[in-house]
Nanobody
């Protein structure tokens, strides 16, 4: 079992940047496919980005493509989400998720067994 802890959220002006981090417990981080999701008030949790176990493959939601970058450092048990050119509609609680031994990129909430507690991102206009 893995525990995930997100950090890096906060308040930023539109057009600004934030980098979210998600650190996992345990010694088998490279066995987990990772993803980022977000949930705004009154909305369902939605996919943002995914990365394969080795980090060689990534996939993004259309809404963030070209602005967000997902990456991972398996030596540090950490996955990152670099968010640039932030818009007010990016405001949400951001969650990282993990799934062990997944062969590819996972884009649905039901595909992940492990979730962090979330970190709030607020974007002022």
């Amino acid at each position: 079992q893995v525990q995930l802890v997100e950090s890096g959220g906060g308040l930023v002006q539109a057009g600004g940047s934030l980098r979210l981090s998600c650190t996992a417990s345990g010694r088998t981080f490279s066995s987990y496919a990772m993803g980022w999701f977000r949930q705004a008030p009154g909305k369902e949790r939605e996919f943002v980005a995914a990365i394969s176990r080795s980090g060689d493959k990534t996939y993004y939601a259309d809404a963030v493509k070209g602005r967000f970058t997902i990456s991972r450092d398996n030596a540090k048990n950490t996955v990152y989400l670099q968010m640039n050119s932030l818009k007010p509609e990016d405001a949400a609680v951001y969650y990282c998720a993990a799934q062990k031994l997944a062969p590819g990129l996972l884009t649905h909430t039901y595909e992940y067994d492990y979730w962090g507690q979330g970190t709030q991102v607020t974007v002022s206009s």
